[in-house]
């Protein structure tokens, strides 16, 4: 159901988002509007679902032609999140002010690699990862502690844009135990590996990973983290099953 009514000025809405990453889905009909919340300039979007791609700024005011856009209610807590733009450098967040009014937040994320494919090879995890810029020469995949100190280096090779990697339990770092990051680059700078497409609030708990066992018990699980990030916990084998 859409709606488009006035009160105190104002068009109410009572769903807005941005699905993709790049459309604003947003129950109103009749023509839409962006404030540059900076500098006050005007950005008219087009039909349902109404691209953002074109914009340059990171704070924008919703208009329903020349009126605010008020939220009507406060969203339920969400179990789904806005997954980065088309080039992976930021996210949208879709903000009801304590006004009512609807804002759009461009928030810049730090740069990434991206998860194309992951499965199990025999013992080893088979990981194949997209570069953001490209395949660097000496690429390499980076086995970092919590506080981003590389422990461990593992060879990989590029095919086609993508790097490809084995991880096996003899490439763990020895007698290290719990949450390893994983990134990808040199020693001279790396990035940290994303989940694709990423539109949940919490992965870990809605997307199977393989893991590495030993007599049928694990012993190393890939998980992602809340920021959708790629991680591989390290298990002790005497920990309780």
Do not use: K
Not at 85 to 102: A, K, M, N
């Amino acid at each position: 159901m859409r709606l488009f009514r006035r009160g105190e000025g104002a068009a109410v809405a009572t769903y807005a988002a941005v699905l993709d990453g790049v459309h604003l889905w947003l129950d109103l009909d009749g023509p839409v509007t962006l404030r540059d919340a900076d500098d006050g300039s005007l950005t008219e979007l087009g039909d349902h679902p109404r691209d953002l791609s074109r914009l340059t700024g990171t704070t924008y005011d919703v208009l329903a032609g020349t009126a605010p856009v008020r939220l009507g209610s406060v969203p339920d807590r969400p179990t789904a999140r806005t997954p980065l733009t088309p080039d992976g450098t930021s996210r949208w967040e879709v903000v009801r002010l304590d006004d009512g009014h609807l804002r759009l937040v461009r928030h810049p994320v730090a740069p990434t690699a991206e998860l194309d494919a992951v499965e199990l090879r025999g013992d080893r995890l088979h990981l194949r990862v997209r570069p953001a810029d490209g395949v660097e020469p000496g690429c390499h995949l980076l086995l970092l502690d919590i506080d981003d100190q590389a422990l461990a280096t593992l060879p990989a090779t590029a095919h086609e844009g993508l790097v490809e990697t084995l991880v096996g339990l003899d490439d763990l770092p020895a007698g290290y135990f719990g949450m390893l990051r994983l990134a990808l680059g040199t020693d001279a700078g790396w990035v940290r590996i994303r989940r694709r497409a990423d539109d949940l609030a919490d992965a870990h708990h809605a997307v199977l990973l393989p893991e590495l066992t030993v007599d049928d018990r694990p012993r190393a699980r890939l998980r992602w983290n809340r920021d959708g990030l790629l991680a591989l916990r390290s298990i002790d084998p005497d920990e309780a099953p």
